[in-house]
């Protein structure tokens, strides 16, 4: 994208005034999608988006600028803007050395580009009919694809020099059942760091097929309970618990602001013993995968939390610094216009020992979630909550009537230490975190396990 | 003048043949600042330009015709040349479709409405660093139980944005903002509350700092000592803030496009009562007190004041222009898109419940007992706008003897959107014009369930 002494002048310029670290994140990003609804081909659609961010970093301050001119002369703009933030008086003078340059291939067999726009869009129609056949009731679908190769280069005054080439491809379907009740929907998505291969592997009337029976089922649900029960969340239902229950929470920036109830836990039980938990960038084909961050810090298997202790935070390299440690390569950002922080990349509880099916039988009364939507949390007080999309009641150890969907509501320290079951059926799903006004694709990966108390907020007494 | 209309007209007229082409273009300049503990934190700056253009090719013999799209990050006149060669490329690939078309003038006056705020340009870098940072002094200093701002941001900007067809179609906007936002964090032994407060404008001169650090120190510091509520049914009543996001969500269903593709619980309702006599609901982008005011909607035809619900009764939905050629009628002025990278769709600006005649207070003494909720989680995860069924996390106060008592936190409301509507009690008098796509007042609803230990 950038030669490598251009990127060294740059980094030069941008710390004439002063300052300790300067870094150019450069980006080049092409996206296609395509939507069909309502049984038509409604847009095929190319975006194009190339720029850079400059940040400098001058005591506790960072002066941020970025352009979407990567010429010299565009970049040098942006480097002047970004130190506007340094005070005079400073070092004035430093020599920025860029390590050798190590070429990165894209993390994909099939390129999106060689896989022609028909062939793409077959996928669509395809997906639309199995939906459809799956019953009368299926009023609707809308089905979406969209692939994109995102090209990065980092380099920064301490002669960091980093590239990635990702390549993500994401399939979904959303279908409505129209019913004597009213409407429900259904969903059902793929999201990998792949390229068209995965198609090879994964049917796309299976996603279609799974999203219209969530619709289909709900048709008949009943609202879902009120009050506190147990929950038992289905393998690969959607790790979201922990994303929202913990993950945040364990994000350095949050911690070195004192605005997380994890500050300071460090070593402590803040978890069930069997519960394990993981944030690991590296796992190939994850939707929250990468092979360096976009601070440049290779992508690492992070322990957070072992058998319930509490063992580290997640790190990008403005906070590790605080702390005289290294980033632990979670500093990622939506694109070159924004500042990187603190996130998660694929966040996993690790299988545990029970039976899934005997998990089920062993809860006499219960709610079974088989898919969940998004959450939220609030990292300062834990209260986080986390939508059902595919939920079941449990009766005397059996899986029965179908729920609406509802929100779940719990505290993160309290719900972590009240699992009391982890089974051995760990399952991922991709999902997108947003944070600070960011989005980022992340993973998530559970086993089946209980929660022995948890606020279901349905409308039934 | 600025040249992005010119750059706008240039695009349009390289259309080959009978194909329709519409170019929307923008640029904006972006300044945030954030700051913590008396030091700036990070200071940004930016400026930015992209190109989003519809290429619509017509089909012969009345097949239908075929709309493709592409956009990119830059005005560079390669990369203009490559996106319309893209878009034409793409058009190719779509199921034809007789009511694809691009707007076409309807004759319509726009309103003028100026959200241009000259003094903007002239604010220097150092002031707006001092609006935060005193922003930050005066939410630490309000109150003892204040023990960390999270976080204190200034952010401004401004955007132009210019628009041409083949059809005949030309708009320039241009608009400012700017805003202030802080996060609070009350303590008092091991329990931490947070609340949050801003104040938006169209420049520095209508924000307010005091609004801003009074509301986030008031919301944290009535929250210490929270606990669980127990189940129940009671009246909620919702703070404004959290009635603008009510509103937000329940005009997804009343977009032209959701009712055309059988995804609103309001499609065939025209007429007919879906909530109580009280309600009045309008979408007013020519009302310049709207935040999202806007002159022209997203395919360059005049913003427009359009009646949703009037006492009680279901009158109109919003229509961009495809979507109101599926329903046979035609385009309300609605169409909203997310920037140069976004197609046009329907949606609203500027939605206004009709006030009433008491304030907050009022409400509260009126409803006697229930809980008063001035913050909700999970939206997009609890409601749904196509069944209806709607579950949110809450936190507020009870409200005993009319008035605000205990804090509750880690509950949840529920109940169906329908539902709501028909169990409105009160609507406040107390509008406030807040940030989004809709204002916001004070809203008591009957019989909600309460979902807590």
């Known amino acids: 994208m950038i030669e490598s002494p251009v990127l060294e002048r740059v980094l030069h310029e941008a710390l004439a005034r002063g300052g300790d670290m300067a870094e150019i994140f450069a980006e080049d990003r092409q996206s296609q999608g395509a939507a069909l609804d309502d049984r038509r081909i409604e847009e095929l659609s190319s975006g194009r988006e190339r720029g850079a961010g400059i940040r400098v970093v001058v005591g506790e301050t960072t002066g941020f600028a970025h352009t979407a001119d990567l010429s010299e002369a565009g970049l040098l703009a942006a480097a002047e803007a970004a130190a506007a933030v340094a005070r005079e008086g400073g070092s004035g003078v430093r020599t920025v050395v860029l390590g050798a340059r190590s070429a990165v291939g894209p993390t994909a067999t099939e390129m999106p580009e060689s896989v022609t726009k028909a062939t793409k869009l077959e996928l669509l129609g395809r997906a639309d009919d199995a939906a459809r056949s799956t019953g009368d009731a299926i009023s609707q679908v809308q089905v979406g694809y969209g692939d ?13 020099l980093a590239e990635d080439d990702l390549v993500r491809t994401r399939f979904s379907v959303v279908c409505i059942a129209t019913g004597d009740t009213g409407m429900q929907t259904g969903y059902e998505s793929l999201a990998r760091t792949e390229g068209f291969e995965v198609f090879e592997r994964v049917d796309v009337d299976e996603i279609a097929r799974v999203a219209a029976g969530r619709a289909l089922s709900k048709l008949s649900a009943r609202p879902a309970p009120s009050g506190e029960l147990p929950v038992v969340l289905a393998g690969g239902s959607g790790g979201i618990l922990f994303h929202e229950a913990c993950g945040h929470g364990l994000e350095a920036d949050h911690i070195v602001k004192d605005t997380s109830v994890y500050v300071g836990q460090i070593g402590q039980m803040v978890a069930s013993p069997l519960v394990t938990l993981v944030d690991d960038g590296t796992v190939g084909g994850e939707w929250g995968a990468f092979r360096v961050d976009d601070e440049g810090r290779p992508a690492a298997r992070n322990v957070l939390i072992e058998n319930g202790v509490l063992t580290d935070y997640m790190w990008d390299w403005l906070r590790a610094r605080k702390e005289g440690r290294l980033s632990s390569g979670n500093g990622r950002r939506q694109s070159y216009q924004h500042l990187p922080m603190v996130r998660m990349t694929n966040t ?36 986080f909550v986390f939508g059902t999309t595919e939920a079941y009641l449990i009766e005397n150890g059996h899986i029965t009537e179908p729920l609406r969907d509802a929100n779940l509501i719990g505290n993160g320290p309290e719900v972590l230490r009240r699992i009391d079951a982890v089974a051995t059926d760990f399952a991922t799903t991709p999902g997108t975190c947003g944070k600070d006004g960011q989005s980022v694709p992340v993973g998530c990966g559970q086993p089946t396990l209980r929660i022995s108390g948890v606020t279901v907020g349905g409308t039934a007494a | 003048m600025s040249e992005l209309p010119d750059l706008a007209r240039t695009i349009v007229e390289r259309a ?19 700051v913590f503990d008396g030091e700036v934190e990070s200071l940004s700056s930016a400026t930015s330009a992209g190109v989003g253009i519809r290429v619509i090719l017509p089909g012969e013999s009345g097949e239908g015709n075929r709309l493709g799209f592409a956009w990119a990050g830059s005005l560079d006149a390669d990369v203009v040349d490559a996106t319309l060669a893209e878009a034409r490329d793409n058009a190719r690939y779509a199921t034809p479709d007789p009511d694809v078309v691009l707007a076409e003038p309807d004759g319509r006056a726009a309103v003028e409405v100026d959200l241009w705020d000259e003094t903007l340009e002239k604010l220097a870098t150092q002031e707006k660093v001092a609006m935060a940072l005193e922003l930050e002094r005066a939410v630490r200093g309000a109150d003892p139980h204040i ?8 952010g401004d900007g401004s955007v132009e944005v210019a628009l041409a067809s083949t059809t005949g179609i030309t708009a320039f906007t241009r608009r400012t903002s700017a805003f202030l936002s802080v996060s609070a964090i009350a303590g008092e032994g091991a329990d931490s509350q947070t609340g949050g407060g801003f104040s938006v404008g169209r420049g520095p001169g209508s924000l307010d700092p005091d609004v801003a650090a009074h509301d986030a120190v008031l919301r944290a510091v009535r929250m210490l000592g929270a606990t669980k509520a127990k189940s129940g049914r009671c009246t909620v009543v919702f703070d404004p803030r959290v009635v603008s996001t009510l509103l937000s969500v329940i005009s997804s269903a009343m977009s032209g496009e959701a009712v055309v ?6 499609a065939g309702r025209l007429g007919e009562s879906i909530a109580v006599p009280s309600v009045t609901l309008v979408d007013d982008p020519t009302d310049p007190r709207a935040y999202g005011a806007a002159t022209y909607d997203a395919e360059g035809l005049a913003c427009r004041r359009n009646a ?19 329903g046979g009628t035609t385009s309300t002025g609605s169409a909203v898109r997310g920037g140069y990278a976004g197609t046009p769709g329907a949606g609203c600006r500027a939605l206004v419940l009709e006030p009433g005649h008491l304030d907050q207070d009022a409400v509260l003494a009126s409803v006697g007992e229930g809980l008063f909720v001035q913050s909700v989680t999970g939206v997009h995860s609890g409601v749904n706008a196509v069944s209806g069924d709607f579950s949110v996390g809450a936190e507020g106060l009870m409200i005993r003897d009319g008035k605000l008592a205990e804090p509750v936190r880690e509950v949840t409301v529920a109940s169906t959107l329908q539902r709501m509507l028909q169990s409105i009690l009160h609507i406040g008098s107390d509008l406030q014009w807040l940030p989004g796509i809709a204002a916001g007042q004070t809203l008591a609803i009957a019989d909600m369930q309460l979902s807590g230990d």
């Open chain 2, 308 to 326: 949703l619900i009037e006492a009680g009764v279901l009158q109109g939905f919003l229509y961009d222009t495809v979507s109101a050629r599926r």
């Open chain 2, 16 to 34: 080959e043949g009978s194909e329709a082409v519409e170019a929307y273009l923008a640029r904006g300049h972006d300044t945030e600042i954030r």
């Open chain 1, 348 to 383: 996993f509880v690790l299988a545990g020992e029970s039976d899934p099916d005997e998990i089920v039988a062993q809860t006499p009364k219960g709610v079974y979630v088989a898919k969940l939507g998004g959450g939220q949390v609030n990292t300062t007080t834990g209260d």
């Open chain 2, 147 to 154: 023990r960390q701002v999270s976080s204190a941001d200034y």
């Open chain 1, 148 to 160: 994109s190769r995102r090209r990065v280069l980092i380099a920064n005054s301490d002669g960091l």
């Open chain 2, 261 to 266: 593709k059988g995804r609103s619980f309001f």
